[in-house]
């Protein structure tokens, strides 16, 4: 070994050696004789084409770049890379445990270790950790896979004349036009055509094509983290670069028609730009972004738990199926559901931290392999919020089935022959895993949304025909017996027993008044358990203790969640309670309410409309309570909340009531909010953000 790195080192130093092997073939752009038993892949198409080749022998072809001191032996020393237009975009991994000292003289010869280009290397694909990796039996400048031998000499390419450029308003039929919105769906069946995105751009603040971590950007949405599609610049000009840069496409540049060719890098579609304008060739005009519509002004549509319309792209397996259906999958575009578990922390770039496991009933029994080695930031954010290192249960992983681990017995010198035998094409002994590309916690496939929940299926909806709804502004005609019709009147102070006795007396009782009016609380009778009304009420919806079997517990029951909207309220005066006195009658008054009830992240249903009326009102309740949940932000949905805005779900905003609105507790609108959630078995006076009002 010590004769075999001195030779090496004076060949590094040595001027190139007249060799047959080392000296590149005229270059007249005819390909070298062709071995039927090659397959030549290009080193930018590795990614995509490598997962279907394991087992096979490969040509690879591109630029390669060594160690400086290659040792088959070590570990450390025995692995190189095919790199892109920069010497950190690496394309590929090969591997050099098989490789003889010629090999390895050769390298040395034409300085691989800084970079010798338009090399083919030829081995046989593998899996080592959860990728594919090329392991080398020979490389040189010539092709047996009739690849072009590459061109040493970089021709001259401002003689050439200039190819003429098409008018703006001219349309070209080469062109497909897509929305970026339509993206995610359209652009997998667009691998290698050339393609218009209509959109909005978002760059680096320096683009620089020949840098991996500047050569990007983004085809946003109106929200500037909301990322469509992922554009590459690495075979842009200066013009382009000039004019993102005049049109402050570092912040956005709005409207824009983005062009180029769809490639697979990783394991998803990108749009290579080759150029950009504000006009499109195939004869669009870019849209103009309407006002958004009111999301409080309009009711959304109704959601009714149904799957979501499948996208005929995604095959949908279940975990508890991988393994049957996974083999027969391979290269196959997958969208698998389960509950899946991650490390704590997770690597793209580290084999023993880019995998996760979805699992079975129990944490032990692993269902399939999940590899996260292409995940964006957005989604390593999405796995913390979502807690998926203990578990996050019902998701929808999508991704590309690639091949799993191989064993160790086809590395046999036979497996590297010409024509290897059919053991060394075994099926590999662990099974395929799912290269990940997204996740969510709704399907594309026309998967069902999980329900984290167990609703009382006794507790349906009540037919019309038996409670109707009230007439808008009107209240019931008749009442029952346990209904609320006035103040109740405090009970005679007694006029027995001594002086002393009677003064302590109305102390207690002054006491206990002041400390329900600081709780706004009204003394009463208990409503009964069986109360029932003329007309639809929250008692007769899935809403009837639905939280009964899910208390706040610490806040850690994050379902069900109910989002209420207030359709209509009593005009005028709702009523006030404060400085009521016994015997008072009560004006009855009602509302209106619908509501969305959430049991999972993307499973819900709509709850159809029911009142409520004062008759209905409870005493003994400490209605401030009410206030204080309505203002204080919710400590359990600190992570899950729109902030703002106030949507119907699945996440809460950040305040649970609106502003001016439910702030006395002896007010009209805070008891019927309280009833209302006590109706629901919520408790009270908790940070517990699974409730608020939309409007």
């Known amino acids: 070994m010590k004769h075999l790195s001195l030779a090496l080192c004076l060949a590094v130093l040595a001027p190139p050696a007249l060799d047959a092997q080392a000296t590149p073939l005229a270059q007249t752009g005819a390909s070298a004789p062709a071995d039927s038993g090659w397959t030549l892949v290009p080193a930018s198409d590795w990614w995509t084409r490598a997962p279907s080749l394991v087992g096979k022998r490969v040509e690879l072809s591109g630029n390669l770049s060594s160690p400086f001191m290659v040792e088959p032996g070590n570990s450390f020393s025995n692995t190189g890379k095919m790199t892109g237009a920069s010497y950190q975009d690496v394309l590929a991994i090969v591997l050099f445990d098989q490789i003889g000292n010629d090999q390895i003289t050769w390298m040395a010869r034409n300085k691989c270790h800084t970079t010798c280009q338009g090399v083919f290397v030829r081995g046989v694909v593998e899996i080592v950790g959860a990728r594919p990796v090329l392991d080398v039996i020979d490389v040189s400048f010539e092709s047996r896979a009739r690849g072009v031998t590459a061109s040493r000499v970089q021709l001259d390419s401002t003689a050439a004349p200039a190819a003429p450029a098409m008018s ?19 652009a997998p069946g667009l691998i290698g055509k050339r393609v218009e995105v209509a959109g909005n751009l978002s760059t680096q603040p320096v683009v620089d094509p020949r840098s991996s971590s500047s050569n990007r950007g ?19 000009s200066n ?7 005049r049109n402050n496409c570092p912040l956005t540049c709005a409207g824009v028609f983005v062009r180029g060719v769809v490639e697979i890098v990783g394991a998803g579609p ?8 504000s006009e499109s060739r195939p004869g669009f005009t870019a849209a103009v972004a309407a006002p958004a519509a009111d999301a409080q002004g309009t009711p959304p549509a109704p959601l009714t738990g149904a799957p979501a319309a499948a996208d005929s792209g995604w095959t949908l397996v279940t975990a508890a199926d991988w393994r049957a259906r996974a083999p ?6 997958v969208e698998l559901a389960g509950d899946l578990s991650t490390q704590a922390l997770v690597d793209p770039s580290d084999p023993f931290s880019s995998t996760g496991t979805m699992r079975g009933a129990s944490w032990k029994d692993p269902l399939a392999t999940v590899l996260f080695d292409h995940l964006t930031a957005k989604q390593a954010g999405w796995f913390y919020a979502n807690k998926c290192l203990e578990t996050c249960v019902g998701v929808f992983v999508r ?30 002994e662990t099974p395929p895993v799912l290269q990940m590309t997204d996740i969510s916690f709704d399907s594309r496939a026309g998967g069902v949304a999980v329900s984290m929940v167990r609703l009382d299926t006794a507790r349906g909806e009540t037919p019309a025909v038996e409670k109707p709804l009230l007439p808008p502004g009107g209240v019931p005609t008749t009442l029952g017996p346990s209904a609320v019709t006035e103040i109740p009147t405090a009970t005679p102070e007694s006029d027995t027993g001594t002086m002393l006795q009677r003064m302590q007396a109305h102390n207690l009782i002054m006491r206990q008044r002041d400390l329900n009016m600081e709780k706004g609380m009204i003394q009463g009778p208990e409503r009964p358990a069986d109360f029932e009304t003329s007309y639809r009420s929250i008692r007769d919806t899935p809403l009837s203790k639905v939280f009964a079997n899910y208390p706040w517990n610490i806040g850690r029951n994050q379902w069900p969640r109910v989002a209420l909207v207030v359709e209509e309220a009593p005009s005028g005066d709702m009523g006030a309670f ?6 008072e009658k009560i004006k009855d008054r009602c509302w209106r309410l619908r509501a969305r009830l959430w049991t999972g992240p993307a499973s819900s249903q709509d709850i159809a409309p029911f009142n409520w009326c004062l008759s209905e009102m409870r005493f003994n309740v400490s209605y401030n309570a009410v206030v204080q949940w309505g203002m204080s932000p919710a400590s359990n949905m600190s992570e899950h909340n729109t902030g703002p805005d106030r949507t119907l779900g699945p996440n809460p905003p950040f305040v649970l009531v609106p502003r001016f609105h439910y702030r006395d507790g002896l007010h009209g609108d805070t008891i019927m909010l309280g009833n209302i959630l006590l109706d629901m078995s919520f408790g009270l006076g908790m940070p517990d953000g699974r409730v608020w009002i939309v409007q």
């Open 168 to 186: 703006a308003e001219v349309a070209s039929s080469g062109w497909t036009l897509l929305q970026a919105a339509d993206w995610r769906a359209r």
């Open 218 to 236: 983004w085809m946003r949405g109106p929200v500037r983290g909301e990322i469509f599609a992922i554009v590459l610049f690495d075979q842009i």
């Open 239 to 245: 013009e382009q670069v000039a004019w993102m840069a």
């Open 270 to 277: 990108v749009l290579q730009m080759t150029d950009v304008s």
């Open 328 to 333: 027969g999958l391979i290269g196959k575009r």
């Open 399 to 428: 991704g590309v089935v690639v091949r799993g681990q191989r064993g160790s017995g086809w590395r046999g010198p036979g497996c590297h022959s010409r024509r290897p035998p059919p053991s060394c094409t075994a099926e590999t």
């Open 578 to 583: 404060e400085y009521a006195r016994g015997g």
